[in-house]
């Protein structure tokens, strides 16, 4: 009588079924493998990769680019006469893409901390690739659109570099057991070397990265100046329509220090607010002058201008998505509100204390007020209750006839000069978009008493970094959502980097312990690799499993059958064989 030891022990693994299924459609035991990824697979998951990172810097640049929202959806407007929220579609896009590379990702990593071949299934591998050629050329057509928007990434930085430096430390770091499960499984081969140098290099620059992190909120917070006014960029556009006293005056409800405005001057020489060149996106212009729809606002009289609505459209479009949690009290008073004109925001302003700043477009050449559009502001002005000290002057056209008509306006400027330029012009205040705002150029005018206002500021961490960087005050669509308040970072950097080297050196001791201490081979993944095809590591896997067996006590009455490269070959069939006879024909 023989007695047969069973060599094949079948477990639920459902946990690995899974990974293997929804990774490459693999459900069956026997279509999985530990053999080595094909180059062609290794070719897809570097694909994967880069799909990955490309999604994960398109992400950031898009959350960091909130702060401009409203800017991209105004240039989209300009290109196109109509307005629509266009970041709803990207980043709903980005959004799903990015979900979907990522958890490919988490699947293709626990293959390789198991030691499964990669064999992405075909349809992951088309829509992969989609994907990657989308995000492709979604950059370059930001590149082409909104170039200058780029200059978000840089300045976010400065804010959010030390969170991400740990936060790349922790993911690295955990990306140690996979890398040290691949590196000391097996032999040493080429590309095991070539990962193991790749990822000590990545960790090498993330421990030395804050070496080179600038930020200007890495300060002592006892040096921190007082945080910058607040500026109701036309009015409180969030919370109201755009250029209209209904905003304004929300503005005035969050305690900004001063409004701002663009002003236009109409055919008849009133000047009025106004930011884009027609009428059509803020007013009902297309139904009482369809002809004249997309005519300058300009060419535009007063009486005609005033008999337009200036908050249906904030009813219709909802720019902010916000219309929709107004009272009906404020929607009933939105639907009334008209254009409004420059000498009724001096008037508000006035009353409540306030300043104002606003620029001055100049109508085009063949309007009869090109020659006379500052003597049209500065008659307002004058004869206004407001105090010229509290009207900030920024047009630079005439300025020195300006200020010898009216000596105590407030001069501002937009341009970035020397401080000796702006001194010998009379210039006591810049207002620079956020990505001039250098933080040694900031405290440079500060120290020659010239102050500096930054726009547009929507975002608590520009807010922040702002504050941080020294300015004076910021312009802002957004004045409910900014907080008084900064950052301060503690000096965590080295603990984080002490805390990952002991955590990656105890993952490769533990991972080599654990592999140089293993006696037992599993049967069914040896018979399964050597019907595939034959290796040297099958072939030692199945020595070890022979001896394995001989410590066990399988004695001489015992038959052992496996799995050659060519097929099943039977050790016992009338003749009992010893265990010294099976190891000499493997």
Known sequence: MVKHQPLQVYERQLCLSCLTGIYGCRWKR???????????????????????????????????????????????????????????????????????????????????????????????????????????????????????????????????????????????????????GHVVRGERSRLQVVTLVLYVSVL???????????????????????????????????????????????????????????????????????????????????????????????????????????????????????AQYMSEKDRNRTANQTVCSLAELLRLAARTNRSVIFSLRRPPPQHPRHQLWVSDALKVIQRSSIQPEQVMWTPDWYRKKVRAAVPLLHQTSDEKLPVAELKERGISTLTLHYSQARARDIRQFSGSNVSVNVYPVNEPWLYSLMWCSGVQSVSSDAPHILKKSADEYGLIWITSDLISVAIVIGIFIFQKWKMSGMRSYNPEQIMLSAVRRPSRDVNLMKEKLIFSEINNGVGSTDELSVYTGNGLDAYAHDDIMTPACHAAKL
């Open 30 to 180: 026997y279509q999985r493998s530990h053999d080595d990824s094909s180059k062609w697979e290794c070719s897809w998951f570097f694909l994967l990769c880069c799909s990955f990172l490309l999604l994960l810097i398109w992400s950031y640049f898009w959350l960091e680019a909130r702060n401009d929202y409203n800017e991209f959806n105004w240039l989209l407007y300009n290109r196109s006469a109509v307005w629509k929220d266009g970041t709803v579609p990207i980043l709903a896009t980005t959004l799903t893409g990015f979900t979907y590379t990522a958890f490919l990702m988490i699947l293709a990593l626990c293959h390789i901390a198991l030691g499964q071949q990669l064999n992405l299934y075909w349809i992951h591998k088309i829509v992969v690739l989609a994907i990657l050629l989308t995000t492709i050329t979604g950059v370059v057509s930001v590149d082409d659109f909104w170039q200058d928007e780029w200059d978000i990434v840089i300045i976010s930085l400065q804010f959010t570099g030390p969170f991400l430096h740990i936060g790349a430390l922790a993911v690295v770091t955990a990306l140690g057991w996979v890398i040290a």
């Open 204 to 322: 090498l620059v993330l421990y030395l990265v804050p070496l080179f992190i600038s930020s200007p909120c890495i300060m002592d917070r006892s040096k921190l100046g007082p945080h910058p006014a607040v500026i109701g960029r036309r009015g409180a556009p969030m919370l109201a329509p755009e250029h209209t006293i209904m905003s304004f005056s929300k503005a005035l409800q969050q305690k900004v220090a001063a409004l701002e405005a663009d002003v236009t001057i109409s055919l008849d020489g009133v000047p009025f607010l106004m930011r884009d060149r027609t009428l059509r996106r803020t007013t009902n212009v297309e139904k009482l002058f369809p002809a004249r729809q997309d005519n300058d606002a300009s060419f535009f009289n007063w009486t005609e201008i005033r008999s337009l609505n200036a908050g249906l459209w904030f009813l219709r479009d909802d720019p902010y998505w916000t």
